[in-house]
């Protein structure tokens, strides 16, 4: 009996199965008549959209473009306050922080995940955690809708948050030549205030979680959430 193959990727699938487990490719008999245990040398045809192994697919996603591709308002859901997004999705051109058009405006960013768990490896050291979390975290790239207005003020805290980080080095600096603990503590204090700015007032988004073909993010304002379905809706 010949096996049954994806014809995406070509991996052998069991008949039956909605996914291809290797591509992620959706799977459906490309031929009427045997069914596919039948036998044969029938094939399984991808759409080359991913399943979500482990969120489940919301059945409202055919009605936002997700069996066709991904158009611009498809692939993007929401979870109460969690932006749920395909990783080949684009985002509405409204602005994530406020809801004003964007007028085709982005910010491109590549984003990084790993399971919070992975943290407690900083009690066996630092430079282990580092090379785990950098071999097993996940990673997308997102066009982050932002009008002008938000883009301008990341910029601006971007460029606080160096100029902060900058001077604490040269406070640091100082300190060393000067033999100087008060000079010392306040350069600390500014470098630790640039690693709090970067990550709260430069941060245009949190993410809850990366997996090979969805990303989860927080920091969403509610005015650009209200407009996207709900990936329970219709479940």
Aim: with cysteine; net charge positive.
């Amino acid at each position: 009996m010949n096996s049954l193959r994806c014809t995406n990727c070509h991996t052998e699938v069991v008949p039956g199965e909605g996914w291809c487990r290797n591509c992620g490719a959706r799977l459906s008999f490309s031929q009427p008549g045997p069914s596919p245990s039948a036998g044969g040398s029938n094939q399984w045809t991808g759409s080359g959209i991913p399943a979500i192994p482990e969120y489940g697919l919301p059945r409202a996603a055919s009605s936002v473009g997700y069996n066709a591709g991904f158009g611009q308002e498809g692939g993007v859901w929401r979870d109460g306050d969690t932006l749920v997004m395909a990783k080949i999705a684009r985002l509405p051109d409204r602005c994530i922080k406020c809801g004003l058009p964007t007028n085709g405006s982005h910010l491109r960013k590549k984003l990084a995940w790993h399971h919070p768990a992975l943290a407690l490896l900083i009690l066996a050291g630092v430079l282990i955690y580092l090379i785990v979390a950098l071999i097993v975290r996940k990673t997308a790239v997102v066009e982050i809708s932002l009008c002008e207005d938000h883009i301008r003020k990341h910029r601006i805290a971007v460029i606080g948050s160096w100029l902060i980080f900058l001077l604490g080095i040269v406070f640091m600096i100082l300190a060393i030549s000067a033999e100087s603990l008060g000079t010392a503590g306040f350069g600390m204090l500014l470098l630790f205030a640039s690693a709090i700015g970067a990550a709260t007032w430069a941060r245009v988004v949190h993410v809850k979680k990366i997996d090979d073909y969805y990303v989860w993010l927080r920091g969403v304002d509610e005015s650009f959430l209200s407009t996207l379905p709900s990936v329970y809706e219709n479940r």
